[in-house]
């Protein structure tokens, strides 16, 4: 006779290694190195700071 399986914890297991597979997934579509986030946020600041400098004043 062979042991009994728990379908819970097959069904958990499961659910896991999809929701793994979809970050993973996620991870290589939308993913940034901390260096590339960094940069972008440079030069954001570069940005709005120029468009600061050339508001008029009224």
Known sequence: MSAPINLNKVKKERNRASRKARA????????????????LKARAEQIARNLEGHKRET
Do not use: S
């Open 24 to 39: 993973d997934e996620n991870a290589v579509q939308f993913g940034q190195t901390r260096a590339q986030k960094e940069a």
